[in-house]
Structure formats: structure tokens, C-alpha cells
């Protein structure tokens, strides 16, 4: 294979078995599963129970290809889906196809193996897009395959459960291993007296799942999105046998057909507007909506199996998401020379989809560096995480920023590569057929225009981080931190989470007339229980006020001389410094701005009943030019409001579009 020189140079490196070479192969990009080809046929893959498992003949087992092989190679040698499946077919029939986890030594025993037995992969080109199954046979050797056609203008969903039911013998739509009928007579778990002549894949070769809905509920929320007439329950049995193959899209607008953005958004989906949603008004997302749910996992007061006795529903756009994709294969010269895929790392929900080119002899560099590991902020799966990361604290706010980014960027990137494409196809009209100078100016403007839009995303996301930690923090969101007046805006907490989590169990002092808001006292109890002061202490409240504006009036005119006075309107820049530097401390902030004869105004927020926010609002100081006004003002109103994917666990959506 190509990369076996790449191989060869790893420290810690395994090769397990060889298998003949073919005379040529196809251009394809790869991210550990094999993406696309300069052909347009893509894959898509998906991990799926099995009840059987196999492992590889490096762990002591007979079996010498994993699906990620199988796809790579499948790539590199087919010019179509249905040789992409028969190629992954044959290959997984002669050396032996292992399980994505064969060590029953593990937490979960056997069950886990199981569950990790199989793998389904969606496969498409321009004409057609199937569905591929394949699991290991009885003998740990060999494998066990079938492949079922998406019908014209509809949508499959593989959610790591196998989809394919009833097989129809020697029909156009079906393909098959010999073996997917005998197997299953030997172990006793097909019997064509019993079940007719149609074996069902799900039922013959899958194992029901402990929580079905992990996988069921992700192709009900794809097919409904894809067709709202339909009616499926959101509930289901083990095998979702309530559930079609596959569903017509219904978009008329679309002559019934999914758009790439249609499928970048299916990629972004939590089940907002339903039930299961996982985002804003879910307890468990808190006040702001987050709708990211972690691994299970134990914890210092629960293990494992105690954590395993309840769940939360399994979203389409997952935080530990490696890449996800949208394959856009197109028929003619613009396939033929600019086979495309818009690829995204991260959660899809919290990245961009950027176009990558097979054409392309290189992809950017901010795509390809970096580990997960280990932060660097020079890669583009890195700034995805921490945008996303950080985010998703203030979820329900900081995404309308996010979204805005991401939108404008989609926008930015399709109308840049279809200007190019079509700049390119009318140049090469001009251009003698075959002629490999014209072949070497595509792929070089190709190329740099992948790199070139690649690392722009990447920088933009790097600069979005710093813009969200300004806009959003400690529970305020910040606007117009550009402009004179800054405006400041409190998040606090929805009253309907409120409830859930008792804040209005903690009521206020019992004694005040709890009827009438204005006798009650926020920060101390006061003198007196009804809220209402004697006539000496208001006597002597006024006194302090007098006294007080009075020492401030006499202050104010001893400093007048001073070189910067707080409320003097110098006459020319002199009297302040070139560069009036920015200054923070916990009483006040000083913005900074280029010397003129600008006077300082002090906002203060007097409605503000939270004496532990004072020292954020209370003193924000900026410049303004002078007025003839008094020099420090007060102001309580300077608040304004803030104007298929490849997973650990991976849902594969394929269609085709006619």
C-alpha cells in the first residue's frame, strides 16, 4: 500500500500481513477510514453490534482486515460504489475481517466485544448510494457481508445499529457474501420454513442493545427531519423494526432532495423542539442550555453499573467528535475535475465544514497538525475544542455568536469554490483535451485555494475564542466594547430552572411585609421590622449625605491643578499622555483610546441591588469629549443588551440526490 513507507518510519509499529498490490490506484484523502476518491465515490462509516467477533492475527486471532483498511483500499482501487463494496466484500472474505474490540478482559466482558463486532458503512458515487454490513463469520477467518440500495431521492441512517432487514435473493437492490444465508442455518438462527426466504440481517445477525434508543432515536430524529409527514414513533423495539430502510425526502423546494447544508445542520442536531432535546430547558443542560452529555463513567459515590441503570439520550453532534463530513458527489466535469467534500473536526455542531479537494496535492497544515492531546492553538481541531468548550457554559448565549460565525464562514466558502470551479471549467475549454499542463494549473489553484480557506477558518476560530471571553463572562454579556459607553447586560438564571433547583424555597425576611415591595430591605434586616426609619436617623442620613457632597466639592477644587483631573476638559491633547494605557482593578475599568481633548464619565449602574456586582458596574470609566456639563456623571442607564460524520460512536447519514 502507499503509505507502508509512512508506516515503515513509526517507532511502535505493527505490520500484520500483506496482501497483493493492484497495477494502479485511485487519488482518495483519508482520515484513518478512507473519506473520498477522485472518482466521487465516498464512504461513511459506522461501528454496529454483532453477535459475532473476531480478532486480528496480531492478538492471536485469524483475521487480517479492519474496516478502516477495507475502506482505504476500497478507495484506492474502485470507480464506483458497487465496486467499493465488492471490493471490501471479497477482501473481507479471503483474509478475514476482525472487530473494532476482540479482549473479552475488559470492564464489560463479552458484551462490550459484541457491541464493537460489526461495522456498517454508507457508500456513495453519483448515481448511487448504498448501505454496507459486514461482521465476522462463525469461524473467526472470514466474514459475513450485505449491501442494500438507498432508493432515488431517499435518506438511510446507520446510528451504530445495523439497518438491513429482509434480503432479497438475485435482486438489483441487494449484494451479498455467499455465506450470509448458510452461516446463519448452521448456528440455527435462520430457518427458511420458519423465517421464508428473506433473511433479516437485524434480527439474524444482531443482538439487541441494553439502551436501543442510543442508536433508534438518532435515525428517527434524521427521518423525520427528512419528512415530518411521516409519523414514526419516537419509541421504538430493540430492532426498530417501526422504522423503513430509508425515507423519501420531502423538500420540494429541493426538488426533494437534501442539501449540503441540509446535512451540515442534521450534523448539528441535539433534538431541539422535541422531547429528547438535550439543549435549553433541560435540567440537565443548566440554565443556559448545554447540551453536551458526558461518558458514562464511574464516580467516587457510584459505580459503574449503578451509572449504567439510567442515560441520556444519545445526540446527533457529540462533543468527542474526531471529524465529520458531507461528501458531494457530482456527475460531469465539474465532478470529474473537482471532486469535493466538506469536512469539519470536532462537533459538528461547534466547528465549520470547509471544502477539501481529492484534486488538491496538499490539504492545510492547520488540518493536518496537532494531537488531541496536546494543545496548539495552530491547529484547527484545537480551536474548534476550546471555542466549543468554552462556549457551551454559556450555551444559549454564546451560540448566537457562534452560529453567526459559522454561518458567514459556510457562506464565505461555497461562494468561493464555486467561483473558482466555474472560473477553472471555463478556462479549460480554451485548454487542449488531456493536456497535462492544464491538468497541473487545476490542481495548483485547487490546492491553494483549499489550503488558503482551510487556515482561514482555522485563524478565524483561533481570534473567535478571546471575542467570547470578552462578550461572555462571569455571567454578563459585554457589547460595544469598542464604543464609548459599554454595555453591560446580566445572563442571572431562567425562572423555570429557578423552580427546579428550589431558589425560591430561600424566601426573604419573614417579619417585612413580604406583600409590598417597597418595604423590603435587601441587605440587612434594618432598625426596624416594618421597613420605616425614626425621624433622627433620616435627620442624621441627611446631615451625612450634606456633609459628604460638601468634602467632595472641596476635594474636587484642591485637585483642580492636578495634570489629569478627573472632569476638566483639557484644551489641547498636552494634558493627557500619547497613549492614555488601559487600567483595571476590582473598582473600576479604564478604557483606552488615543490622546484628545476627551474628559473621563463615570457610569455607574445605581440600580444595582447585588453589592457583591458593584465592583464590576459601579465604576466603568470611559472618554468622552467634554460638554458643558458637570465633569463626573452619573448614569443609570449605561447598560444596553447585547444586539456523517466520524466519532468515537459515529452516525453515518447517506442519500442520494437526483
Same mark, same amino acid.
Given at each position: %500500500?502507499?503509505?507502508?513507507?509512512?508506516?515503515?518510519?513509526?517507532?511502535?509499529?505493527?505490520?500484520?500481513?500483506?496482501?497483493?498490490?493492484?497495477?494502479?490506484?485511485?487519488?482518495?484523502?483519508?482520515?484513518?477510514?478512507?473519506? !473520498?476518491?477522485?472518482?466521487?465515490?465516498?464512504?461513511?462509516?459506522?461501528?454496529?453490534?454483532?453477535?459475532?467477533?473476531?480478532?486480528?492475527?496480531?492478538?492471536?486471532?485469524?483475521?487480517?482486515?479492519?474496516?478502516?483498511? %477495507?475502506?482505504?483500499?476500497?478507495?484506492?482501487?474502485?470507480?464506483?460504489?458497487?465496486?467499493?463494496?465488492?471490493? !471490501?466484500?471479497?477482501?473481507?472474505?479471503?483474509?478475514?475481517?476482525?472487530? @473494532?474490540?476482540?479482549?473479552?478482559?475488559?470492564?464489560?466482558?463479552?458484551?462490550?466485544?459484541?457491541?464493537?463486532?460489526?461495522?456498517?458503512?454508507?457508500?456513495?458515487?453519483?448515481?448511487?448510494?448504498?448501505?454496507?454490513?459486514?461482521?465476522?463469520?462463525?469461524?473467526?477467518?472470514?466474514?459475513?457481508?450485505?449491501?442494500?440500495?438507498?432508493?432515488?431521492?431517499?435518506?438511510?441512517?446507520? @446510528?451504530?445499529?445495523?439497518?438491513?432487514?429482509?434480503?432479497?435473493?438475485?435482486?438489483?437492490?441487494?449484494?451479498?457474501?455467499?455465506?450470509?444465508?448458510?452461516?446463519?442455518?448452521?448456528?440455527?438462527?435462520?430457518?427458511?420454513?420458519?423465517?421464508?426466504?428473506?433473511?433479516?440481517?437485524?434480527?439474524?445477525?444482531?443482538?439487541?442493545?441494553?439502551?436501543?434508543?442510543?442508536?433508534? =432515536?438518532?435515525?428517527?430524529?434524521?427521518?423525520?427531519?427528512?419528512?415530518? $409527514?411521516?409519523? &414514526?414513533?419516537?419509541?421504538?423495539? $430493540?430492532? $426498530?423494526?417501526?422504522?423503513?430502510?430509508?425515507?423519501?425526502?420531502? =423538500?420540494?423546494?429541493?426538488?426533494?432532495?437534501?442539501?449540503?447544508?441540509?446535512?451540515?445542520?442534521?450534523?448539528?442536531?441535539?433534538?431541539?423542539?422535541?422531547?429528547?432535546?438535550?439543549?435549553?430547558?433541560?435540567?440537565?443542560?443548566?440554565?443556559?442550555?448545554?447540551?453536551?452529555?458526558?461518558?458514562?463513567?464511574?464516580?467516587?459515590?457510584?459505580?459503574?453499573?449503578?451509572? &449504567?441503570?439510567?442515560?441520556?439520550?444519545?445526540?446527533?453532534?457529540?462533543?468527542?467528535?474526531?471529524?465529520?463530513?458531507?461528501?458531494?458527489? =457530482?456527475?460531469?466535469?465539474?465532478?470529474?475535475?473537482?471532486?469535493?467534500?466538506?469536512?469539519?473536526?470536532?462537533?459538528?455542531?461547534?466547528?465549520?465544514?470547509?471544502?477539501?479537494?481529492?484534486?488538491?496535492?496538499?490539504?492545510?497544515?492547520?488540518?493536518?497538525?496537532? +494531537? %488531541?492531546?496536546?494543545?496548539?492553538?495552530?491547529?484547527?481541531?484545537?480551536?474548534?475544542?476550546?471555542?466549543?468548550?468554552?462556549?457551551?457554559?454559556?450555551?444559549?448565549?454564546? !451560540?448566537?455568536?457562534?452560529?453567526?460565525?459559522?454561518?458567514?464562514?459556510?457562506?464565505?466558502?461555497?461562494?468561493?469554490?464555486?467561483?473558482?470551479?466555474?472560473?477553472? #471549467?471555463?478556462? &479549460?475549454?480554451?485548454?487542449?483535451?488531456?493536456?497535462?499542463?492544464? =491538468?497541473?494549473?487545476?490542481?495548483?489553484?485547487?490546492?491553494?485555494?483549499?489550503?488558503?480557506?482551510?487556515?482561514?477558518?482555522?485563524?478565524?476560530?483561533?481570534?473567535?475564542?478571546?471575542?467570547?471571553?470578552?462578550?461572555?463572562?462571569?455571567?454578563?454579556?459585554?457589547?460595544?466594547?469598542?464604543?464609548?459607553?459599554?454595555?453591560?447586560?446580566?445572563?442571572?438564571?431562567?425562572?423555570?430552572?429557578?423552580?427546579?433547583?428550589?431558589?425560591?424555597?430561600?424566601?426573604?425576611?419573614?417579619?417585612?411585609?413580604?406583600?409590598?415591595?417597597?418595604?423590603?430591605?435587601?441587605?440587612?434586616?434594618?432598625?426596624?421590622?416594618?421597613?420605616?426609619?425614626?425621624?433622627?436617623?433620616?435627620?442624621?442620613?441627611?446631615?451625612?449625605?450634606?456633609?459628604?457632597?460638601?468634602?467632595?466639592?472641596? #476635594?474636587?477644587?484642591?485637585?483642580?491643578?492636578?495634570?489629569?483631573?478627573?472632569?476638566?476638559?483639557?484644551?489641547?491633547?498636552?494634558?493627557?499622555?500619547?497613549?492614555?494605557?488601559?487600567?483595571?482593578?476590582?473598582?473600576?475599568?479604564?478604557?483606552?483610546?488615543?490622546?484628545?481633548?476627551?474628559?473621563?464619565?463615570?457610569?455607574?449602574?445605581?440600580?444595582?441591588?447585588?453589592?457583591?456586582?458593584?465592583?464590576?458596574?459601579? +465604576?466603568?470609566?470611559?472618554?468622552?469629549?467634554?460638554?458643558?456639563?458637570?465633569?463626573?456623571?452619573?448614569?443609570?442607564?449605561?447598560?444596553?443588551?447585547?444586539?456523517?460524520?466520524?466519532?468515537?460512536?459515529?452516525?453515518?447519514?447517506?442519500?442520494?440526490?437526483?
Amino acid at each position: %500500500m502507499p503509505q507502508v513507507k509512512d508506516w515503515e518510519a513509526l517507532e511502535n509499529k505493527t505490520i500484520i500481513g500483506y496482501i497483493p498490490q493492484v497495477p494502479h490506484t485511485y487519488a482518495l484523502i483519508e482520515g484513518m477510514y478512507g473519506i !473520498m476518491n477522485e472518482h466521487n465515490v465516498a464512504i461513511g462509516e459506522s461501528t454496529c453490534a454483532a453477535k459475532l467477533w473476531a480478532a486480528p492475527v496480531s492478538a492471536g486471532g485469524k483475521a487480517l482486515l479492519e474496516v478502516s483498511e %477495507m475502506s482505504q483500499i476500497a478507495l484506492e482501487r474502485a470507480k464506483t460504489a458497487r465496486e467499493a463494496i465488492q471490493v !471490501m466484500g471479497d477482501l473481507a472474505v479471503k483474509y478475514g475481517f476482525y472487530s @473494532a474490540e476482540w479482549n473479552v478482559d475488559n470492564p464489560y466482558g463479552e458484551g462490550l466485544v459484541k457491541g464493537e463486532g460489526g461495522e456498517a458503512l454508507t457508500v456513495i458515487d453519483p448515481e448511487e448510494a448504498w448501505v454496507f454490513h459486514v461482521i465476522p463469520d462463525d469461524t473467526g477467518a472470514s466474514a459475513i457481508w450485505v449491501a442494500q440500495r438507498v432508493p432515488d431521492s431517499h435518506v438511510a441512517v446507520v @446510528a451504530n445499529s445495523f439497518v438491513i432487514r429482509n434480503v432479497i435473493p438475485d435482486h438489483p437492490d441487494f449484494m451479498y457474501s455467499a455465506n450470509l444465508w448458510t452461516v446463519a442455518e448452521k448456528l440455527g438462527w435462520y430457518d427458511s420454513g420458519r423465517d421464508g426466504p428473506y433473511l433479516n440481517f437485524v434480527h439474524t445477525y444482531a443482538p439487541k442493545r441494553y439502551r436501543s434508543s442510543y442508536a433508534n =432515536r438518532r435515525v428517527w430524529r434524521v427521518f423525520t427531519l427528512a419528512n415530518q $409527514a411521516l409519523g &414514526l414513533p419516537a419509541d421504538t423495539n $430493540a430492532y $426498530a423494526d417501526d422504522y423503513p430502510f430509508s425515507v423519501q425526502v420531502a =423538500r420540494p423546494e429541493h426538488k426533494n432532495q437534501f442539501t449540503v447544508q441540509d446535512i451540515i445542520d442534521i450534523q448539528r442536531d441535539h433534538y431541539e423542539g422535541t422531547p429528547y432535546s438535550t439543549g435549553y430547558g433541560s435540567l440537565a443542560g443548566g440554565p443556559y442550555g448545554d447540551p453536551n452529555r458526558f461518558d458514562i463513567s464511574s464516580t467516587d459515590d457510584m459505580t459503574i453499573w449503578e451509572a &449504567l441503570q439510567g442515560d441520556f439520550p444519545r445526540t446527533i453532534s457529540l462533543f468527542r467528535t474526531s471529524y465529520s463530513f458531507v461528501a458531494e458527489p =457530482r456527475r460531469g466535469e465539474v465532478g470529474s475535475w473537482f471532486p469535493r467534500v466538506w469536512f469539519s473536526q470536532y462537533a459538528p455542531d461547534q466547528s465549520t465544514f470547509v471544502p477539501l479537494y481529492v484534486t488538491a496535492d496538499k490539504l492545510p497544515k492547520s488540518w493536518v497538525s496537532g +494531537a %488531541m492531546h496536546k494543545y496548539n492553538s495552530d491547529s484547527a481541531w484545537w480551536n474548534f475544542a476550546a471555542v466549543g468548550n468554552y462556549a457551551s457554559r454559556f450555551y444559549v448565549h454564546a !451560540m448566537v455568536t457562534v452560529r453567526a460565525v459559522q454561518r458567514r464562514l459556510e457562506a464565505e466558502l461555497a461562494a468561493q469554490t464555486d467561483a473558482l470551479e466555474s472560473r477553472l #471549467l471555463n478556462w &479549460l475549454k480554451s485548454q487542449p483535451a488531456g493536456s497535462s499542463s492544464s =491538468r497541473g494549473q487545476v490542481v495548483q489553484e485547487v490546492t491553494q485555494l483549499t489550503q488558503t480557506l482551510g487556515d482561514y477558518v482555522s485563524a478565524t476560530w483561533r481570534d473567535l475564542l478571546p471575542e467570547l471571553i470578552t462578550t461572555y463572562r462571569d455571567g454578563y454579556i459585554i457589547s460595544g466594547q469598542d464604543e464609548v459607553y459599554v454595555g453591560i447586560k446580566k445572563m442571572f438564571y431562567p425562572k423555570w430552572w429557578l423552580e427546579k433547583v428550589g431558589y425560591f424555597a430561600h424566601r426573604g425576611n419573614a417579619e417585612a411585609d413580604q406583600d409590598d415591595p417597597n418595604n423590603w430591605i435587601y441587605f440587612s434586616k434594618g432598625p426596624n421590622s416594618q421597613g420605616t426609619l425614626p425621624a433622627a436617623w433620616i435627620s442624621l442620613s441627611l446631615l451625612t449625605v450634606l456633609l459628604a457632597g460638601g468634602l467632595g466639592y472641596f #476635594l474636587g477644587q484642591h485637585h483642580a491643578s492636578s495634570k489629569y483631573k478627573l472632569g476638566a476638559s483639557p484644551s489641547s491633547s498636552s494634558e493627557l499622555p500619547a497613549d492614555f494605557t488601559a487600567r483595571r482593578s476590582s473598582r473600576s475599568i479604564i478604557t483606552q483610546q488615543s490622546a484628545s481633548p476627551y474628559r473621563l464619565v463615570s457610569n455607574r449602574d445605581d440600580d444595582d441591588e447585588e453589592e457583591g456586582q458593584r465592583h464590576q458596574e459601579r +465604576a466603568v470609566f470611559t472618554l468622552k469629549k467634554p460638554v458643558s456639563k458637570p465633569a463626573v456623571k452619573s448614569s443609570t442607564k449605561n447598560s444596553r443588551a447585547a444586539g456523517g460524520s466520524k466519532e468515537t460512536e459515529m452516525t453515518s447519514v447517506s442519500y442520494q440526490s437526483f
